[in-house]
């Protein structure tokens, strides 16, 4: 015989199926007693799951919309809160569905207050024009590495496009999202180093390894250190690599909303002043240079060296022309 928390969820598990369920069908599949049935339903509608009995020949259940919320579980608010996550979550590509399949289940059993509430929220996420694919990661990936991540257990896998029979060692430490992509955080054994690795690229190799003490991350925030590799640090700071500050002939309003993360200042009705980072000199040049006007740079001179680079390049590929033989590997 289950224990009656255990039933008790079973029986709420089946209620949820959105159908009607007769007394016999559930003491059969919860191999009970019609009369435990009966009992475990009382328990349930004193939990505050709405529970309606239908007449028939034997007859049933329907778990139905109720009056208030199950009082152990959610309050208004965290129900509203968790509703909009879930709408949030419905549209990402590792667990979409399961998101949407949750919020169904979940607005079922709401009172029409909220509801009407979560109705009128109706939560759509756009993805910028340039955002990549989402990350085919599938859920039974992320929690076979995130019941590693826990039980702090050495990982072995393939990765992408290593060299067959060549598996990476690790520590797993983080399961973390970046731009629509799932990534794990471990310290790789073979490398010595922490690494980041895209987890739909992941292919595991059973069994896990031993049980490690974990390290700590560097700046011991892994959102900070995730932040930092992306931008080309050592992941101990979110600083970009290469700063840079430059005064652009345009006035502050027409640089700031295409300015990221940098930093606008007013110097007059047509000039500002801008302060910018990237992961490398170049990077930031070529990227101040899409404002298309007149830059006047302050510093530092790695900046004022790489626009002469890259004025050389240009200048180079407008005297050349369409005349010069265009790379190997390209049409004529």
């Not at 059969?28 to 529970?51: A, K, M, Q, S």
């Not at 520590?171 to 799932?182: A, D, I």
């Not at 002043?273 to 510093?299: E, K, N, Y």
């Amino acid at each position: 015989m289950q224990k009656t928390s255990s039933r008790l969820l079973a029986l709420l598990s089946l209620l949820q199926t959105h159908r009607d369920w007769s007394g016999d069908d559930l003491a059969g599949r919860l191999g009970i007693t019609p009369r435990t049935v009966r009992r475990d339903i009382d328990r349930l509608r004193e939990l505050g799951y709405p529970v309606r009995a239908f007449k028939g020949p034997t007859g049933g259940y329907r778990l139905d919309a109720g009056s208030q919320l199950p009082p152990l579980l959610f309050d208004d608010d965290q129900a509203v809160a968790l509703a909009l996550a879930l709408q949030s979550a419905a549209t990402d590509g590792t667990i979409g569905e399961d998101a949407a399949r949750a919020l169904a289940t979940i607005r079922q059993v709401m009172p029409a207050r909220l509801r009407r509430r979560i109705d009128m929220l109706r939560v759509t996420a756009v993805q910028p024009p340039d955002a990549e694919e989402p990350s085919p990661a599938g859920p039974e990936l992320l929690v076979e590495l995130g019941r590693a991540i826990h039980a702090r257990e050495e990982l072995r896998f393939d990765y992408g496009n290593d060299a067959p029979g060549r598996a990476r060692r690790t520590q797993p430490h983080h399961l973390v999202t970046w731009r629509g992509h799932w990534y794990l955080v471990a310290w790789d054994l073979g490398r010595d180093d922490w690494r980041t690795f895209r987890v739909d690229r992941v292919r595991p190799r059973t069994p896990t390894g031993p049980r490690f003490t974990p390290r700590d991350l560097p700046g011991r925030d892994v959102a900070a250190f995730v932040t930092g590799r992306f931008r080309g640090t050592d992941g101990s700071t979110t600083d970009w690599p290469c700063r840079g500050e430059v005064v652009l002939g345009l006035p502050a309003q027409a640089v700031a909303p295409f300015a990221r993360d940098g930093i606008v200042e007013e110097l007059g009705p047509d000039r500002c002043r801008l302060t910018l980072g990237s992961w490398s000199w170049t990077g930031l040049a070529t990227t101040i240079g899409h404002f298309g006007t007149g830059i006047q740079v302050i510093g530092p001179p790695q900046l004022t060296r790489a626009f002469a680079e890259l004025a050389a390049l240009y200048a180079e590929a407008a005297e050349g022309g369409s005349e010069r033989e265009p790379p190997r590997g390209l049409p004529s």
